[in-house]
Nanobody
Framework: QVQLVESGGGLVQPGGSLRLSCAASGSIFSINVMGWYRQAPGKQRELVASITTGGSTNYLDSVKGRFTISRDNGKKTVYLQMNSLKPEDTAVYYC?????????????WGQGTQVTVSS
C-alpha cells in the first residue's frame, strides 16, 4: 500500500517562508509527476506547482518567482519552498504523485497540511 505523508505547514507572517515536504512509502516502481495543490475555504482545489521525472516544472502564475518545487527521486520526496508568503496563500496544501506500481498506473494524495499566512 502506497502512502504519502506531508509535513512542514504552519503559521507564518506575511513575507515569511515555509518549506513543505511530501514523502511516499510503499512499493512504487516509478513516480512520473509530483505536484502540490492547495484549497482555500470556499474555493476549488488548484494546482500550485508540478515537476516531472526529468525536472520540468510548472507553476501557478500567482506563485511564480516565490515558490520553488523540487524532488529527490531516491527518497521519493517532493518539496515546495515557499518564500514571500502572502495572506492569499493561506490554504490546505496537498501533494499528489502519479506513477506506476505492480498492479499498474497509480496516483495518490497526501493528507493535507495547513498553511496560514497572517500577522
Amino acid at each position: 500500500q502506497v502512502q504519502l505523508v506531508e509535513s512542514g505547514g504552519g503559521l507564518v507572517q506575511p513575507g515569511g517562508s515555509l518549506r513543505l515536504s511530501c514523502a511516499a512509502s510503499g512499493s512504487i516502481f516509478s513516480i512520473n509527476v509530483m505536484g502540490w495543490y492547495r484549497q482555500a475555504p470556499g474555493k476549488q482545489r488548484e494546482l500550485v506547482a508540478s515537476i516531472t521525472t526529468g525536472g520540468s516544472t510548472n507553476y501557478l502564475d500567482s506563485v511564480k518567482g516565490r515558490f520553488t518545487i523540487s524532488r529527490d527521486n531516491g527518497k521519493k520526496t517532493v518539496y515546495l519552498q515557499m518564500n514571500s508568503l502572502k495572506p492569499e496563500d493561506t490554504a490546505v496544501y496537498y501533494c499528489k504523485m502519479e506513477g506506476k506500481v505492480f498492479a499498474g498506473p497509480w496516483s495518490g494524495w497526501g493528507q493535507g497540511t495547513q498553511v496560514t499566512v497572517s500577522s
